[in-house]
């Protein structure tokens, strides 16, 4: 077994350092060196204090996730913690890279915390829909307060070494590239000074203060109702941390697992856990191997400043890629560039983004009418009007313009792109790169693989993906690709449901309560239903609507009535022109039970994932649940389609199908893979 940790003796000080590739997780093996060591350094005399450093990219980024689920394996984590705590001798966490969830906890047990500016401390194991059980939420309001660790924790996000200074959980930042040398220096200081032995969880001031005010906690909960809606994990750390107010730390501490436990046994982690090692998978493709060799992106070209275009370049820009903008009118790129300004004002308003960062970024930023202007670029991506010939015209040209070796990619979201790839004299160099709107902010990528795309271009645009701070996942050419296709299949059946006499307020309600943002009719106003289907000549309820001067939030009506404050209300002149429409289709009117519309509504999209998975579109069932999360904010704590549906049972799926087959027809029909699972018993997880 290779040694996961080593002790170190500098003089009168030990440094014990953990090193357990890639991010030091403190699985089993871990928790028993640091034990082993702890002791040792207690009982060695020569040893005065000891330093808690990691070696490699990062501190420690918390429990090994994957031992979740699995039988407890003793000695846990709490142990190692209290063991850490209780030492006579002052221990120090030395942190850089990430000291995330039970990383941060054993440095919470350190007697004192000493960080790089460059490092990051947070509890995020919210998003795995969990707690820290590892005193997190007990030692956390010792040392900042109730009220600030409430958001802490039930927020997530890490924070930043100076911030955590300011907060009160890092007491000394230390010199970038010199950890261990600071750190050395800060025990001598803190020895010679005669510093105590500060055990944060003897510190009672704080939460003595909060202690006066316990009305704090149902305060925040009302204001966070909405961002908690849906979700187990807030409300177990808000309990957790008025434990720590209320009860004795033992008490407390007790609590904090007891509720750290529930949630481990529950749906929720277990979805969120799932979806945490999805997106990791999700970046690897079966056939191109971690080791192919990637193509320089040095310099990249955008065709179209429109706003997908505009977007799209911001992505490289944050991450100091020089981008090459093109549009045919001056007036087009003049106002593709000043939104592109405008984004990064608003970022610069938020405290997001510094003015020098901004005027870096535009720096890099290059404006042109002329596509010769891209023949230097490593990388170009075509955002353009969504029309064959035009993309084909377009590809014709970049290839006569681009250097050798060039990408040439398109952000086209349903044309075929080995059509386009046809237009070349490079189709192994043409690859899809299907960003989401808004593109600067939603995370998903779809990578899309021509017939001909070579390794090395896969290979590059998913590791590129991951340096824009994107989630790649891999999809085949199909109409819609992955995420559009799956979800096309809830929109057809919320326009059904709506003539067969449902309300846009019952179907936007049950897509709420299974944990969307908001239903796709609210979404169809907030757009504005003059935009949607412009393009098609067909009839549709949103054309009928924006015929009777209902063309959504901005003109005071929609689906919905709104009032000033753009609030919706149930609107009867809707329902009017909803039912007039059905009629004029021929629509016959029927009930619906609450379990039923959520079962019409998302069961076609497992259907059609499950096509997806059978046309060998997506590689994995995991890849679907992913771009569904990244990409629609699929409520993350269902674990994503595919997930929730081995949850509620692949046979329950079936049965659904073949209801609305037999209304529908042929395209409602059960999936072969979906019926053979169901048969067989198992799940789209067994693949
Ligand atoms: C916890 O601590 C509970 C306690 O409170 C209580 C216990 C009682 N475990 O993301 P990357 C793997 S809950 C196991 O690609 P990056 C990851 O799967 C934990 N594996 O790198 C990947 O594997 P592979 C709370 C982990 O540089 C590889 O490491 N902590 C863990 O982009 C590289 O990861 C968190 O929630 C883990 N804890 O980002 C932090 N972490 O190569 C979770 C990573 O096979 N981790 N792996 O695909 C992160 O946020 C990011 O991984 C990190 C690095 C920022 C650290």
């Not at 929730?644 to 609305?660: H, Q, S, Y």
Request: proline share 5%.
């Amino acid at each position: 077994m290779t040694e996961v940790a080593k002790l170190e003796k500098h003089g009168s000080i030990a440094v014990l350092t953990i090193d357990s590739p890639p991010v030091n997780a403190l699985g089993l093996d871990v928790r028993r060196a640091l034990l082993k060591y702890i002791s040792m350094a207690e009982a060695d005399p020569e040893i005065e204090a000891v330093i808690l450093a990691c070696a490699g990219q990062t501190f420690s980024a918390g429990a090994d996730i994957s031992e979740f689920g699995k039988p407890f394996q003793a000695p846990d984590l709490g142990v190692v913690c209290r063991h850490i705590e209780n030492s006579s001798k002052i221990i120090v966490a030395a942190i850089h890279g990430t000291a995330l969830g039970g990383g941060l906890e054993v440095a919470l047990c350190c007697h004192y915390r000493i960080a790089v500016p460059s490092a990051r401390l947070g509890l995020p194991e919210v998003a795995l829909g969990l707690l820290p059980g590892a005193g997190g939420t007990q030692r956390i309001p010792r040392l900042i307060g109730a009220r600030k660790a409430l958001e802490f924790i039930t927020g997530g996000a890490p924070v930043s070494a100076s911030a955590a200074r300011e907060m009160g959980i890092v007491d000394e930042v230390a010199d970038e590239g010199a950890l261990v040398g600071s750190a050395l220096e800060y025990v001598r200081k803190l020895i010679a000074g005669g510093a105590p032995l500060r055990r944060v969880r003897d510190l009672e001031d704080r939460i003595a203060a909060d202690r006066q005010q316990p009305e704090l906690f149902d305060e925040f909960r009302r204001s966070n109702a909405r961002a908690f809606r849906g979700k187990d994990a807030p409300e177990s750390i808000v309990k957790a941390i008025e434990a720590a107010v209320a009860l004795p730390f033992e008490e407390g501490l007790a609590r904090e697992f007891e509720l750290f436990v529930e949630l481990e046994k529950g749906l929720q982690a277990k979805a969120q856990i799932h979806a945490f090692f999805a997106e990791r998978t999700a970046s690897k493709v079966k056939d191109v191997p971690g080791d192919t060799p990637v193509l320089p992106v040095r310099t990249v070209g955008v065709v179209g400043a429109g706003t997908m275009g505009g977007g799209i370049a911001m992505n490289f820009l944050n991450v100091g890629i020089p981008v090459h903008i093109v549009e045919t009118a001056q007036a087009n790129l003049d106002r593709g560039i000043a939104t592109i300004r405008k984004n990064y004002e608003i970022s610069l308003k938020r405290g997001k983004l510094t003015a020098e960062a901004l005027e870096r970024r535009m720096s890099l930023l290059h404006a042109t009418l002329d596509l010769g202007d891209l023949r230097d670029c490593d990388l170009i991506i075509e955002a353009v009007f969504e029309s064959m010939p035009l993309k084909q015209e377009i590809f014709a040209k970049l290839d006569a313009v681009a250097r050798d070796g060039a990408i040439l990619a398109s952000n086209t979201s349903f044309l075929d792109l080995n059509q386009i790839a046809r237009a070349t004299s490079r189709p192994d160099h043409v690859i899809g790169l299907h960003f989401f709107s808004p593109a600067n902010v939603m995370p998903l990528l779809e990578v899309v693989r021509g017939d001909a795309t070579a390794k090395p271009v896969v290979a590059t645009a998913m590791k590129l993906a991951r340096k824009i701070g994107k989630v790649p996942v891999l999809s085949g050419v199909c109409d819609g690709f992955i995420a559009n296709r799956a979800m096309r299949a809830r929109t057809e059946q919320a326009d059904l449901l709506l003539l067969q006499n449902l309300s846009p307020d019952a179907i936007d309600a049950a897509i709420y309560d299974y944990g969307f943002a908001m239903g796709p009719f609210r979404m169809l106003d907030l757009v504005g239903l003059d935009v949607i289907g412009r393009d098609s000549t067909e009839r549709s309820v949103a054309k009928d609507l924006v015929a009777a001067g209902r063309m959504g939030q901005k003109s005071g009506g929609g689906y919905y009535d709104y009032d000033e404050a753009r609030a919706a209300r149930p609107s009867e002149a809707a329902l009017d022109i909803i039912r007039a429409h059905a009629a004029w289709k021929g629509i016959a009117q029927r009930s619906f039970s609450q379990e039923e519309i959520v079962a019409r509504l998302l069961h076609p999209v497992v259907n059609e994932g499950a096509k997806i998975l059978e046309e060998g579109i997506a590689m994995r069932a995991s890849d679907i649940d992913v771009a569904m999360i990244k990409g629609y904010n699929w409520p993350v704590q269902t674990g994503g389609p595919m997930f929730w549906a081995d949850a509620v049972g692949l046979p329950r799926i079936v049965e659904t199908m073949k209801a609305l087959e037999a209304e529908q027809g042929e395209a409602m029909r059960p999936s072969r893979l979906l019926v053979e699972l169901a048969e067989s018993g198992r799940t789209f997880g067994s693949l």
